[in-house]
């Protein structure tokens, strides 16, 4: 998996400080995007162990308390970045269980694969459904048009 940015510290993607990570790679493509450089999976550069190692001593920093870890792209759950994703929130999960992850794709929760539901059963919110250019609101908290659904699951 590519990445094409890595925030260690970051108050828009979600509730309170976080870590984000923008991933490469979207099959969805769509009109109006803001990060459209993120649509190719060769784009950005590789997400390497000493990326994950970071991510995990970010989130359990005590000098910058941080909620957890938003995860967007790009698409986390397209299908080539699912078992890179799958291994850091298993990870999170395992090594800091109080933060919490929010994660933003294009698939629907009905259009999700085995393996994509695998990853989603670990996160606390979803923000699901392609960006809709004609439904776009920028009155709305945490996703772009209103077609777009956060889905709280723990």
Not at 67 to 95: M, Y
């Amino acid at each position: 998996m590519n990445f094409h940015q890595y925030y260690p510290v970051d108050v828009v993607n979600g509730p309170g400080t976080r870590c984000t990570l923008f991933v490469s790679g979207c099959v969805h493509q769509c009109v109006g995007c803001y990060n459209k450089s993120t649509w190719r999976l060769d784009s950005g550069v590789p997400f390497t162990q000493a990326m994950e190692d970071r991510i995990i001593a970010d989130l359990s920093d005590t000098i910058i308390p941080r909620q957890g870890l938003s995860l967007s792209g790009g698409d986390p759950l397209h299908p080539q970045n699912v078992p890179t994703i799958l291994k850091l929130v298993k990870r999170i999960r395992a090594e800091c269980p109080d933060k919490d992850i929010w994660l933003w794709t294009g698939y629907t929760l009905a259009q999700l694969t085995p393996q994509q539901q695998e990853v989603v059963d670990l996160i606390n919110v979803l923000i699901d459904g392609k960006f809709v250019k004609e439904l776009a609101d920028p009155a709305l908290l945490w996703r772009g048009s209103s077609n777009q659904v956060v889905h709280r699951l723990r």
